[in-house]
């Protein structure tokens, strides 16, 4: 997750300063993981630590980012997950 944060922000202020407004991010961004463990381990709340860098990412390039889809923990649900 780390590694594709780190190059989708170069892509990102690369976009911005070319004049981009709405940038858009292709499904499984964040990361995919390997195992159904692994993607289970990784998932997080729309309120969560990777949103907040996403949207702050946005804000600091004054971009608009469409979020592909990623491994959203719904509280209701531990045991699935839904692409938003």
């Keep these: 997750m ?10 990102v202020v690369q976009c911005a300063k070319h ?7 292709p ?9 159904p ?3 289970d381990q990784m998932k997080e709340t729309l ?3 990777l949103i907040k860098r996403y949207a702050q990412m946005a804000i600091d390039n004054k971009v608009w ?3 592909g ?3 959203e923990k719904i509280e209701t649900q531990p045991k ?3 692409k938003q």
């Design 80 to 82: 699935r997950y839904s």
């Design 65 to 67: 980012l469409s979020l």
């Design 47 to 49: 309120d969560g630590p």
């Design 37 to 39: 463990e692994e993607t």
């Design 69 to 71: 889809g990623f491994q």
């Design 2 to 11: 780390e590694h594709n944060f780190s190059k989708i922000s170069e892509y």
């Design 27 to 35: 499904e499984n961004f964040a990361f995919m993981g390997s195992t």
């Design 19 to 25: 004049g981009a407004k709405l940038i858009c991010l």
